[in-house]
Nanobody, 130 residues
Framework: QVQLLESGGGLVQTGGSLTLSCTIS????????MGWFREAPGKGREFVAV????????YYAESVKGRFTISRDNAKNTIYLQMNSLRPEDTAVYFC???????????????????????WGQGTQVTVSS
């Protein structure tokens, strides 16, 4: 059974930093693009960042570009989201997701879509106080 487990959420002040982690178990990590999404109260699930399984390819939502960094450690089956300069509008439940990429190039317009992903974690709460 495939499981994605997020950790690292919490409460932080504006301007602070957090690092989220997501570990995948029950499935090979190879050939899968890994993404982060978030969901704020009353809003839909929003794309944050994605990284291809061949390290080096990554994309970000405009709202987090320059502040967030996605990375992956294939040996540990884990991805990370380093979040700096946090703002109150970053407050949300953050979800990691895995989608089969295979030999395809990582194309942003495909991977911003919720439907591109096969597996999802349960989410971790990030709250940024003003």
């Amino acid at each position: 059974q495939v499981q994605l487990l997020e950790s690292g959420g919490g409460l932080v002040q504006t301007g602070g930093s957090l690092t989220l982690s997501c570990t995948i178990s029950g499935h090979t990590f190879n050939n899968y693009a890994m993404g982060w999404f978030r969901e704020a109260p009353g809003k839909g699930r929003e794309f944050v960042a994605v990284i291809g399984w061949r390290a080096g390819n990554s994309y970000y939502a405009e709202s987090v570009k320059g502040r967030f960094t996605i990375s992956r450690d294939n040996a540990k089956n884990t991805i990370y989201l380093q979040m700096n300069s946090l703002r109150p509008e970053d407050t949300a439940v953050y979800f990691c997701a895995a989608g089969y990429q295979g030999p395809r190039d990582l194309v942003l317009r495909q991977w911003i879509l919720v439907g591109a992903y096969d597996y999802w974690g349960q989410g971790t709460q990030v709250t940024v106080s003003s």
